[in-house]
């Protein structure tokens, strides 16, 4: 950890955003330890203005607020004003004077305040928007969780430089998990808002997404779901003794499962459900057949001979041989779209 970040750790108490005696908490916060990491990944310096996407506890901003000290500034975005107007009542008890709070959707950023130096965000959009990219000063940094796959919950984190012509370039990916960062307040209990292809609500929420919607229409999503919340087969599969290790290297397999064929026509597949399980898998699945492993290493099938539960061992055994790469590994892309610019990634 810099001495910037951890100066600025030490002047200001989480507990006093994430757990105030008055205002109460919040249902969501980031762990400090991946707050750290993602500071130092922005590289924030005093006297920056800085766009922060996902006010949240309002923490993340009192941080950067002392990072880039008086001669900076601070504009913080969420698209709950409870947790703007929370955060703005905590500022203020501390006499934070260089932040600004903005309730809205942060897709469009905040024009009258750029241009910024950095853009970080806490919160995990499909894609780059270009109201972003636009507000930045050449040479900006912006450094946010993204979606890497138009699968559901396949996200990274990409770090990236707005060049002297105000294009993104050098795209470097790393590993994060964070909310999905809609352009209403997520309501939704256990079910991403985006790419979802089937769900089933109610007291036993679940879902699946699809890499291959539009390569078959003929094929229904929702049996490749009965086929993952039902499975005929299942088996430990353990890539760690520790629970924590486990699920860092479930998202590394993750990560992996993405490169190898991330692309819009793919049999990749995720599955999750809410309450009181909250799965979430990674797998394949071809309309027919389906499997996916949990991030707490259940693989799931529709039978044991299933050409789907086939190919994810046999993916499993390659990412080991390749002494199980991460996000870090992977080749990160940008293409350019009509909302702004879209990440994926390719095995390098």
């Keep these: 950890m810099s001495d910037l970040i951890s100066t600025a750790v030490q002047a200001v108490s989480r507990h006093h955003y994430t757990n105030h005696p008055e205002l109460g908490s919040v249902p969501q916060s980031t762990a400090q330890a991946a707050i750290e990491r993602d500071l130092a990944r922005a590289a924030v310096e005093p006297g920056m203005r800085v766009m922060e996407i996902g006010t949240g506890t309002g923490y993340t901003g009192a941080l950067l607020a002392e990072m880039v000290g008086a001669s900076g500034h601070v504009v913080s975005i969420d698209i709950d004003p409870g947790l703007t107007e929370r955060a703005g009542k905590l500022h203020a008890e501390r006499g934070v004077s260089n932040l600004t709070l903005?309730?809205?959707d942060g897709h469009g950023g905040a024009p009258e305040q750029a241009p910024y130096d950095v853009v970080i965000g806490w919160a995990t959009p499909t894609h780059i928007p270009a109201a972003w990219v636009a507000q930045c000063a050449p040479g900006a940094r912006i450094a946010t969780p993204v979606y890497i796959a138009p699968v559901a919950r396949t996200v990274g984190h990409v770090t990236l430089t707005i060049d002297d012509q105000g294009e993104p370039v050098d795209p470097m990916l790393g590993p994060a998990?964070?909310?999905?960062m809609g352009v209403e307040i997520n309501t939704t209990l256990g079910i991403p808002l985006f790419f979802v292809d089937a769900s089933v609500e109610g007291e036993s929420p679940a879902w699946v997404s699809v890499g291959w919607r539009e390569m078959t229409p003929e094929q229904d999503p929702g049996d490749t779901l009965a086929m993952l919340q039902y499975p005929?087969?299942?088996?430990?599969?353990?890539?760690?003794n520790l629970e924590q290790e486990q699920a860092a290297r479930w998202r590394d397999f993750r990560a992996y499962c993405v490169g190898q064929e991330g692309s819009s026509r793919s049999n990749l597949t995720a599955f999750g459900t809410g309450a009181p399980d909250w799965i979430t898998a990674i797998g394949f699945s071809s309309g027919s057949n389906a499997a996916v492993l949990t991030a707490e290493g259940e693989l799931l099938g529709n039978r044991e001979d299933s050409p789907a539960v086939i190919k994810l061992h046999d993916v499993i055994r390659a990412w080991q041989d390749a002494d199980r790469p991460g996000l870090e590994a992977s080749r990160a892309q940008l293409t350019r779209s009509a909302e702004g610019w879209i990440v994926s990634a390719s095995l390098a």
């Design 102 to 104: 903005v309730s809205g």
């Design 177 to 180: 998990v964070y909310v999905d």
């Design 232 to 240: 005929d087969f299942s088996q430990k599969v353990a890539f760690s």
